[in-house]
């Protein structure tokens, strides 16, 4: 019998219809009336254990795929991959190679329309995660880390493309994707290091991460990076150098960042230092929320994409154009998601849709640009 907490959900629907049978057939072929099959199928009756064999062997699958549990699933272990605070802490999950990963959904996953869904709830002792439904998807679903906004719109292709293909991505610059990448803690990095007169940035990162495990790197977009400004660009700020003048105060990106690595090499040529920049060591973990403070007038400029820009209404002061590519380890290339997401990035649909973004190019979307 099942627990208190737990009802039964049956699968008996979905089992017949692949089959082809109708709710009178394979009553006659189990021994019970129509009736019977249609309250099955909807939850009004639960079969003892001698027709739910019957119809198993009908069907040709085990019980277990006609009736199961919906319930607490039993705690889990888990290895955090940041750090969480509070009680109650809510997490997204995915299986990397052999163990679960957990994210806190936390502020920076907030939508302004709503809340972030998660998978589970991280224990008191942040070892163990006790999930919300059944975890049958987690061992689907590939996590992507980077900082390029347009990986919403790859991941809702690859759901397009296979139901079964989950691909999660969640916000990290470029470094940090690499390195939890090489932790064991993602399936795929994106990075956009800006070319270097020594070779392709992004590739020898990614040989400096995982030159041990191998790797592909694939283009994904080539975008605009620069200065997000309020419309109007009322302080006139064209280059860098305006960024020095004490009526504006900018926000920047952490350390490590691709836009925040750019940002001090431009500096560095204006003969400037930090210090030189009101705001320079106020930082942002994100293009959103540079763009927001700017929007709202508590920031002059901040560091971001021309599209982000746009999509605030913002106005916006080129600085740079970067291929932003998709590291992925080798051992992960057969994983069911990750080979539809390499599909998907051959499509028409895909580019044209990144093509159609404010300062996007995808002429190196799907291209393999290097090994490790």
């Not at 390195?179 to 020898?204: M, Q």
């Not at 200065?227 to 504006?248: C, F, K, Y």
């Amino acid at each position: 019998m099942p627990a208190d907490n737990e009802r039964v959900v049956s699968h008996l629907k979905a089992a017949r219809k692949a089959k082809g049978w109708s709710q009178s057939e394979l009553a006659a072929r189990v021994g019970v009336k129509r009736q019977a099959i249609y309250d099955m199928e909807t939850g009004k009756y639960v079969p003892n254990t001698a027709l739910a064999l019957r119809m198993g062997r009908e069907l040709g699958c085990r019980v277990e795929d006609l009736f199961s549990f919906d319930g607490p699933e039993t705690a889990q272990p888990v290895t955090l991959a940041e750090k969480a605070g509070g009680v109650n802490t809510r997490v997204s999950l995915a299986r990397v190679r052999d163990r679960l990963i957990a994210y806190p959904v936390d502020g920076k996953w907030l939508l302004n329309e709503g809340f972030q869904a998660a998978d589970a709830l991280l224990s008191s002792d942040s070892g163990h995660v006790q999930f919300f439904q059944k975890d049958l998807h987690v061992d689907k679903k590939v996590l992507l880390l980077g900082c390029d906004p347009a990986f919403a719109i790859l991941g809702a292709h690859a759901s397009q493309w296979a139901v079964e293909a989950k691909v999660q991505c969640r916000f990290a610059s470029s470094h940090l994707a690499l390195e939890r990448l090489k932790g064991g803690y993602a399936h795929i990095a994106g990075t956009h290091l800006h070319d270097s007169p020594v070779g392709d940035s992004n590739v020898t990162l990614a040989r400096k991460f995982l030159s041990d495990s191998g790797a592909i790197v694939v283009g994904f977009s080539f975008f605009e990076e620069g200065l997000m400004v309020a419309q109007g660009n009322p302080h006139g700020i064209r280059t860098v150098s305006d960024l020095a003048a004490e009526t504006v105060s900018i926000v920047n990106r952490e350390p490590g960042a691709a836009l925040r690595i750019l940002f001090d090499e431009l500096l560095e040529r204006a003969g400037l230092t930090g210090e030189c920049v009101k705001g320079y060591d106020h930082l942002v973990v994100s293009h959103n929320q540079g763009a927001q403070l700017v929007a709202l007038r508590l920031a002059d400029a901040a560091l971001g994409l021309r599209a982000v820009a746009v999509a605030h209404g913002l106005d916006f002061v080129p600085l740079d154009a970067v291929r932003c590519d998709l590291v992925i380890p080798r051992d992960f290339l057969d994983l069911p998601a990750v080979r539809v997401l390499l599909d998907v990035l051959q499509t028409r649909s895909l580019r044209e849709e990144l093509a159609s973004l404010p300062g996007y190019e995808s002429t190196h979307t799907g291209q393999i640009v290097g090994h490790v």
